[in-house]
């Protein structure tokens, strides 16, 4: 067990969420003799997964997860799943006492080879074993996917282990640089000016400013999502009303950065294959379902092999066709000031000043999108929604928010009850003030869906069954109710350390006639 902890603390692997149980004893009991590595403690699984995956997206480096064995190890696959279509270097490790078990119907027992099937390819180990035959864990941190180790302990590893002389490794680095970038130079030089618009998904820190540079450079219109970070700095050159005036007017070319955009139109593209589209990413996903060029790799090293970049604008006035959408949103800002759109515009104004800000949930990030601020930049934004799911966003939250002395969290109420067991990691945070912010809308109830009858709506919304309050209680959590914008300015009178939770209820009937106006 000392050489596995020793390897993965060279391979720059810093930080081990734990999950107690009585088959995780000989890896626990070891890995807390090493100083080398930081060891949080999380009795929920998929919890621990989740908040894993957060510190990743902190730090950059690796995270193992000690899951266990038998079920409560199957439990971290929702965060896997995520993980690798975020292409973070989540590290799974399960424990398996007995050769076969899981297939002889052993109590507590399942099969663990192949668990997490494609999303993390399973390394059978053998303990105790040389160094030599342990796997590179630089290489395949590099590699930046999900992995899976299974362990077999063969005898317990006697206490006292020397871990005086380990030393911590550098992160890992960056994925390689795979594609060609010829055919996009040469549709910017040339093509460009047909009609091009740049999309904008997540982005890691370090991807903004060569992202920025090119949006600035190009000058065309662009759609940001919120997780991209430069949503604010790109005001001059948003596209507002971008998923309505893209399919009336579908420009011929587009190019992404980043994640896969949450935007409509970016579904809409499967079906629009006259509109040629192109990939700049870390992740090497396309993200769509037809053909595409692809480059992958970092940002950074993709911009210098661009070379000269022409200065391309607004070619199809869809910039000046927006500014009509943009007046007619700020209007119904103010004939619905308590419609849930209205409430996400409000605890922008407070929460965008916080040090890292977090979304959770199709909906949160779908407002926070399109009527958030603009005027303050965000320095650090995250959302989970590679997977179109909304789990975990909570954990991966408070994994974010570690070094924040002031961080805020924008879920949706289905999602926070979803990830309860998330408030438990608060008190292994440093202090800081974290203020979770929850839009208490039905479900999503509230927003553009259908007359329903009874039956209908009893299968197809899904309104919370727990009263915030009282989860609140529950956690810890200092509790208040918005109703409106005045409610807000408590987020100005918190105490530095405080943890609270915002319920924020829209009013229902102002959502739906804001939504039937625009």
Request: charged residues 25%; hydrophobic residues 40%; contains cysteine.
């Given at each position: 067990m000392k050489h596995l902890i020793t390897s993965c603390a060279s391979a720059g692997i810093a930080e081990w969420v734990c999950c107690p149980g009585k088959h995780n004893t000989s890896i626990l009991s070891t890995l807390a003799e090493c100083p080398a590595v930081h060891r949080w403690s999380q009795s929920d699984e998929r919890t621990a997964a989740y908040f894993a995956l957060g510190r990743i997206q902190a730090t950059g480096r690796p995270v193992v997860v000690v899951a266990g064995h038998g079920a409560s190890a199957a439990a971290v696959t929702p965060a896997v799943v995520e993980a690798y279509y975020q292409r973070r270097p989540l590290i799974i490790i399960t424990v398996a006492e007995h050769e076969n078990a899981g297939g002889a119907g052993a109590a507590g027992h399942i099969e663990t080879e192949?668990?997490?099937?494609?999303?993390?390819?399973?390394?059978?180990l053998t303990l105790p074993c040389a160094v030599a035959e342990l796997p590179d864990f630089c290489a395949l941190a590099t590699d930046g996917f999900p992995l899976h180790l299974n362990l077999r302990l063969h005898e317990h590893t006697a206490a006292g282990a020397d871990f005086s002389h380990v030393r911590l490794g550098d992160a890992p680095a960056a994925p390689k640089f795979r594609g060609s970038v010829a055919e996009l130079a040469q549709m910017l030089r040339f093509h460009s000016y047909e009609g091009l618009v740049l999309l904008i998904g997540g982005l890691d820190p370090a991807e903004q400013e060569p992202a920025l540079w090119l949006a600035r450079t190009l000058r065309v219109p662009v759609v940001a999502d919120a997780a991209s970070g430069l949503r604010e700095e790109l005001a001059a050159y948003m596209l507002h009303g971008a998923d309505q005036l893209l399919l009336q007017y579908p420009p011929r070319h587009v190019l992404r950065i980043g994640e896969v955009p949450t935007c409509d139109?970016?579904?809409?593209?499967?079906?629009?294959?006259?509109?040629?589209?192109?990939?700049?990413?870390?992740?090497?996903?396309?993200?769509?379902?037809?053909?595409?060029?692809?480059?992958?790799?970092?940002?950074?090293?993709?911009?210098?092999?661009?070379?000269?970049?022409?200065?391309?604008?607004?070619?199809?006035?869809?910039?000046?066709?927006?500014?009509?959408?943009?007046?007619?949103?700020?209007?119904?800002?103010?004939?619905?000031?308590?419609?849930?759109?209205?409430?996400v515009r409000y605890f922008s104004n407070h929460a965008c000043i916080a040090d890292v800000l977090s979304l959770g949930s199709a909906t949160t990030i779908r407002l926070w999108n399109r009527y958030a601020q603009t005027h303050v930049p965000t320095l650090y934004l995250r959302a989970n929604n590679s997977t179109g799911g909304a789990d975990g966003t909570v954990s991966a939250f408070f994994a974010n928010s570690t070094d924040a002395q002031y961080a805020c969290c924008l879920t949706g109420d289905i999602s926070l009850?979803?990830?309860?067991?998330?408030?438990?990691?608060?008190?292994?945070?440093?202090?800081?003030?974290?203020?979770?912010?929850?839009?208490?809308?039905?479900g999503a109830g509230q927003a553009d869906t259908p007359d329903l009858d009874e039956e209908q709506r009893r299968l197809m919304v899904q309104p919370p069954v727990f009263d915030m309050k009282e989860l609140a209680q529950l956690w810890g959590a200092e509790y208040y109710a918005i109703h409106c914008e005045a409610d807000f300015e408590v987020l100005d009178s918190l105490e530095e350390n405080a943890f609270a939770l915002l319920d924020i209820i829209p009013d229902a009937e102002q959502t739906r006639a804001f939504n039937a106006a625009l």
């Open positions: 192949g668990l997490f099937g494609m999303y993390a390819p399973t390394i059978e139109f970016w579904r809409a593209l499967e079906d629009m294959p006259d509109t040629q589209v192109y990939s700049i990413t870390r992740t090497g996903f396309s993200g769509l379902c037809r053909d595409s060029i692809v480059i992958e790799g970092e940002p950074e090293q993709i911009m210098k092999a661009l070379g000269d970049v022409p200065h391309t604008g607004d070619t199809e006035n869809l910039l000046n066709r927006g500014r009509r959408y943009c007046g007619k949103v700020e209007e119904l800002l103010l004939a619905y000031p308590e419609s849930d759109a209205a409430m009850l979803r990830d309860c067991a998330a408030a438990s990691m608060v008190p292994q945070l440093p202090e800081g003030k974290r203020v979770v912010a929850v839009l208490n809308n039905e």
